[in-house]
């Protein structure tokens, strides 16, 4: 077969999932184009007249698969329980003949009814098969024998496994002579970031696929768990899928959302109902239902959007993943809405897998395993941004390379044996346990000695903090005392020097008014006849006593005179300023001044031999900074080896040991690669030194220097 849009890989996997093999499974990673692929295959087979069913493990991805390809789709549990298949009280798998009365309901069993009877050589594709369990998978086998149909299994095993007894795709995989893997990556728009998923999807090297993706901008680091909430929910768009490790967390970015949203108007507040996660919703919110229901007529994990909120606390709602116009609404009774509906706008990763969207974000924790970050990673077709709460970017690439180390997926009873054997056999000097209980004991040590730094580090800066304060305060009070000296000494001044200008004023006046009398008396002398000479002569004299009187009073009380009658006022004021300085109460006052500001000085000097002597005391030899962020530092050193510890406390011992064996070497391949660049560095400069030593003298010997031969 060959259909325009398909790659090579996709070609031959639909031809075999349209042929009449009896089992065929198809691999591919996340984006690989496995619904495009199914599709073509359905197609195929139908041309060649074989039917062809899909059924997937949940509901959920029931619904996804009918949008996507268009055809009538089922749970594989609602198949089988059409098929007589029943979960008993013990929770295992019993089957009703025709005839039998059934528990669920009361009624007699009839068997199938027509849309769920198989035909002999009908093929089942099994959508998402890796979420697929051994009962279950053990149910449908047995039915599709006994009809004689050929069964499909489609799926991922690097995506999430199923929630019982797994290994199913593993075991398929190991029955058929071939898988048919699908390489080819089509949804992503940026090829380097296809590339990068595959090689996420394997595993390979996490540091340095934590550094691809940081080199494409991808990872956001925030200072704190609120931090990350709040801007993680600030850029949630329309369309974009947001994943977390648990439903708490789930809560809480949905809390968030929803009050952005009724901020923005999106959503109406004023009518709201209280979901299963006890948050209120209203119209314009996105939910999700969480559990199937036939007569309410939805699935688990569908998501819609409320329409209208009813007078009895039932929700009108349309389905949020249908792009159909004019799309009936849905009723959700009020009794299921309290205990199987809660807001949709972040979800964990079994609530994004199978979904692709524009954008995705995706909230790395402990509790993510490396399952969730490939389904998170590889959600959205332009942007898939992750986010993490560390110090540093070395923090956040060991919680990458450890989330990619944790896998949780059950695989089979065989697997999990044998994982039980490794760790049971490594009870010994060098098997798991040991390894898992030394790392244990250091990372225990490694937590003891940071807190006991980060408490002397808080110790210290609060002694500086009450230090600085102290001394803030000293030298607060002596500047209000050296300001108030200066104050004081500045009003007795003023008032000495009014008192003398008003007299200074008065005798610069009275040393001018005699000049003005002698100068006059004199002109009057120059003009006198003859007659009137000798009185003119006696005034003049007499004029001129009165000034030599005047002046020498005035230079002996202010040691000068005025020149001129419009200096007077300049004058006055320049020498009862002088008088005032040399005035008792203004030099008493200058005295105050001066011991004021001694003190300061002596005040500072104290305060700096008492910072000296508190650095010494806090850093001894080693260079000061600040302790406060020090204590920081070595308080996110604890949180982040508390980390560590936590992740290897949650880990089966097996997975555990190969966590901390992992991580060991690749700080030996850090330390051996630094070794390296020291060594290299030490030669390149030895070559340098070499190069620039005065090269040796390489004229010609001189004849007479030869060796006369």
């Known amino acids: 077969m060959r259909e325009p849009g398909l790659d090579a890989d996709q070609t031959r996997a639909a031809a075999a999932v349209a042929s009449s093999r009896p089992l065929v499974v198809v691999e591919g990673a996340a984006g690989a184009g496995k619904t495009t692929m199914l599709g073509a295959a359905i197609r195929t087979a139908e041309q060649d007249r074989r039917a062809v069913r899909v059924v997937t493990p949940t509901k959920k991805a029931a619904e996804v698969a009918a949008i996507e390809l268009g055809v009538l789709t089922d749970s594989v549990a609602a198949l089988v329980h059409a098929h007589g298949f029943r979960w008993n009280a013990d929770g295992v798998w019993t089957r009703l003949m025709p005839g039998d009365t059934d528990p669920e309901t009361g009624a007699t069993y009839h068997g199938p009814a027509k849309e769920n009877r198989l035909a002999a050589g009908e093929r089942i594709v099994v959508d998402e098969a890796g ?39 593993d075991i398929a995989a190991a029955l058929v002579p071939r898988v048919f893997d699908l390489t080819s990556l089509h949804r992503f728009t940026d090829p380097d970031y296809a590339q990068l998923t595959l090689d996420l999807r394997a595993g390979r090297d996490p540091v340095a696929l934590f550094d691809r993706l940081h080199a494409l901008s991808l990872v956001v680091l925030h200072e704190d768990t609120e931090t990350l909430r709040a801007a993680v929910a600030a850029e949630r768009i329309n369309g974009a899928t947001i994943t977390a490790a648990t439903n708490d967390e789930a809560r809480e970015l949905n809390a968030l959302i929803r009050e952005n949203r009724v901020r923005a108007g999106l959503v109406d507040d004023a009518r709201t109902v209280e979901g299963s996660d006890g948050l209120s919703m209203g119209r314009g919110d996105l939910i999700q239902t969480r559990r199937n229901d036939a007569e309410v007529g939805v699935t688990n994990r569908q998501t819609w959007i409320v329409q209208q909120v009813g007078n009895d606390s039932d929700l009108w709602v349309r389905d949020a993943a249908s792009e159909r116009k004019g799309q009936h609404t849905v009723r959700l009774p009020a009794a299921y809405v309290v205990e199987h509906v809660h807001l949709a706008y972040a979800a964990t990763t079994y609530g994004v897998q199978g979904l692709t969207a524009p954008e995705s974000h995706t909230i790395l924790t402990d509790a993510l395993d490396a399952a969730g970050v490939y389904v998170g990673l590889t959600r959205g077709r332009e942007a898939n941004r992750l986010h993490i709460v560390a110090a540093d970017l070395g923090d956040a690439r060991e919680q990458f390379a450890a989330a990619l180390e944790r896998d949780r997926a059950d695989r089979g009873l065989v697997e999990a044996t044998q994982r039980a054997q490794a760790a049971v056999a490594g009870i010994v000097a060098d098997g798991p346990v040991a390894v898992v209980n030394t790392e244990r004991a250091r990372l225990a040590k490694l937590i003891e000695q940071a807190e006991r730094a980060a408490a002397k580090w808080e110790r210290d800066a609060a002694a500086f903090t009450k230090l600085s304060n102290r001394h803030e305060n000293e030298a607060g009070e002596q500047q209000m005392i050296v300001a108030a000296a200066e104050a004081e000494a500045q009003r007795v001044r003023e008032e000495e020097v009014g008192l003398l200008v008003a007299q200074a004023t008065t005798d610069g006046t009275a040393v001018i008014t005699a000049q003005s009398r002698m100068w006059e008396a004199s002109r009057a002398r120059s003009a006198a006849r003859r007659f009137c000479k000798r009185s003119a002569a006696r005034a003049l004299s007499a004029a001129t006593g009165e000034r030599e009187t005047v002046e020498t009073a ?156």
């Open 131 to 169: 979420m697929l369990d051994q009962d279950t998978a053990l149910a449908l086998l047995t039915v599709a024998d006994e009809a004689g149909a050929t069964l499909a299994l489609v799926g991922d095993r690097a995506q999430l496994p199923t929630l019982g007894r797994g290994g199913v795709f």
């Open 554 to 709: 005035a230079r002996r009380r202010w040691g000068s005179i005025p020149p001129t009658a419009a200096s007077v006022e300049g004058w006055a004021a320049t020498v009862a300023g002088r008088e005032a300085d040399a005035h008792p109460r203004v030099v008493e006052q200058r005295e105050h001044v001066a011991d004021a500001k001694q003190k300061q000085q002596e005040l500072a000097a104290r305060h700096t031999q008492e910072n000296r002597a508190l650095i010494a005391q806090a850093f001894g030899d080693r260079t000061p900074s600040s302790p406060r962020k020090l204590a920081v530092q070595w308080r996110a050193q604890v949180e982040t080896v508390r980390r560590g510890l936590a992740t290897i406390e949650a880990l089966p011992v097996g997975e555990a040991a190969q966590l901390i064996r992992g991580r060991a070497a690749q700080e030996q391949a850090r330390r051996e690669a630094a070794e390296r660049a020291l060594v290299a560095r030490k030669a390149r400069a030895t070559q340098l030194h070499d190069f620039t030593r005065r090269p040796p003298d390489r004229r010609p010997t001189p004849p007479s220097h030869g060796l006369g031969l």
